[in-house]
């Protein structure tokens, strides 16, 4: 069965930074699209970035966090991060890290995704 487990959210003001870290358990990690998705109450999640399982590990971000965040993931610990520089309060959302095994419609798309995290909540204060 495999397990996602977010960490590294919390509370700061515009303008820091903070990095997610996802651990993914109990499947086979190299196969794996990756993303991150967000998600304020009342709203749809939005795709946030997505990383490739094809061995350039292409990577994709919305527009909103082009930029400022950055995607990767470390194949030996098996942890996708996320890096977000210059946060901005309307980055304030629950963080999911998500993971499909088949190839991707669009990696926006969150009914592609099959494994999700319980998510990792991030404030971001002015």
């Known amino acids: 069965r495999v397990q996602l487990v977010e960490s590294g959210g919390g509370s700061v003001q515009a303008g820091e930074s903070l990095r997610l870290s996802c651990a993914i358990s109990g499947g086979t990690y190299g196969n794996y699209y990756m993303a991150w998705f967000r998600q304020v109450p009342g709203k749809e999640r939005e795709g946030v970035a997505a990383?490739?399982?094809?061995?350039?590990?292409?990577?994709y971000y919305s527009d909103s966090v082009k930029g400022r965040f950055t995607i990767s993931k470390d194949n030996i610990d098996h942890t996708l991060w996320l890096q977000m520089n210059s946060l901005k309060p309307e980055d304030t959302a629950m963080y999911y890290c998500?993971?499909?095994?088949?190839?991707?419609?669009?990696?926006?798309?969150?009914?592609?995704?099959?494994?999700w995290g319980q998510g990792t909540q991030v404030t971001v204060s002015s």
């Open positions: 998500a993971a499909e095994e088949v190839n991707l419609g669009r990696w926006d798309d969150d009914a592609e995704y099959y494994h």
């Open positions: 990383i490739n399982n094809d061995r350039a590990a292409t990577t």
